[in-house]
């Protein structure tokens, strides 16, 4: 398994600034994942932090308002720009292990409430 | 990735087993079954997963219908702690590795 930790656990920001969150791992992991759980509602992906390279956006996200960087097999960042309340969430860190199962852990999240 | 259907809420009485449905119709026969639970104000916990034969481990059993169309975990004594959303997801064991969550189903275990 592989434990996640995210900093900071949650924040209050005032719209139009931007917070950075991030996640560490104790170990080297294959795949580093950013999912946004919107109140209420289930996980979304927002996009593959690939290590040394861009990563890799699903539809309806983009890198100038979710810039994410991956410098190495244990760290990543996701930076959530020119908050609106409507970014208000829980984002969460999610990692993939190698082996037979793949299997996907979370981090506990960041809830960020924008006002 | 195939789509499942779970229903949105359950009951269950505390101590009695728990039997969640998902119905995963259009599931191919690489994709596996999984399931992942999330307690309020926690990420989402790895439960079990399966491809074709029936899985049991600690927290609890996967049986899979013979067509595979169909999944129910089942929750052997349910706790209060048991209290959660159980997301059931189906996909490739190769290739993208990431979960795509449908709504799940929010387990109510009562006293």
């Known amino acids: 398994s592989a434990v996640i930790s995210q900093k900071p656990s949650r924040d209050i920001c005032q719209r139009g600034t931007s917070l950075t969150i991030q996640c560490q791992v104790d170990?080297?992991?294959?795949?580093m994942f950013w999912y946004r759980q919107q109140p209420g509602q289930s996980l979304t992906l927002i996009a593959t932090a690939n290590q040394g390279s861009e990563a890799t956006y699903e539809s309806g996200f983009v890198i100038d308002k979710f810039p994410i960087s991956r410098p190495n097999l244990t760290f990543s960042t996701l930076t959530v720009s020119n908050m609106s309340p409507e970014d208000s969430s829980i984002y969460l860190c999610?990692?993939?292990?190698?082996?037979?199962?793949?299997?996907?852990?979370f981090g506990p999240g960041t809830r960020l409430t924008v006002l | 990735d195939a789509k499942t259907t779970q229903p949105p809420s359950m009951d269950c009485a505390e101590g009695r087993a728990a039997n969640l449905p998902c119905n995963h119709s259009?599931?191919?026969?690489?994709?596996?079954v999984y399931w992942y639970r999330q307690i309020h104000s926690q990420g989402p916990q790895y439960i079990i997963h399966?491809?074709?034969n029936n899985e049991t481990n600690e927290m609890a059993s996967l049986i899979i219908t013979e067509d595979r169309k169909s999944s129910t975990l089942i929750l052997p004594h349910a706790t209060l702690r048991d209290t959660a959303v159980y997301y059931c997801i189906v996909r490739r064991q190769t290739g993208a590795n990431n979960l795509f969550f449908g709504t799940g189903t929010r387990l109510t275990v009562i006293p």
């Open positions: 999610s990692v993939s292990t190698s082996g037979v199962y793949n299997e996907q852990f």
């Open positions: 170990s080297q992991v294959t795949m």
């Open positions: 399966g491809l074709k």
């Open positions: 259009t599931i191919s026969g690489n994709e596996y």
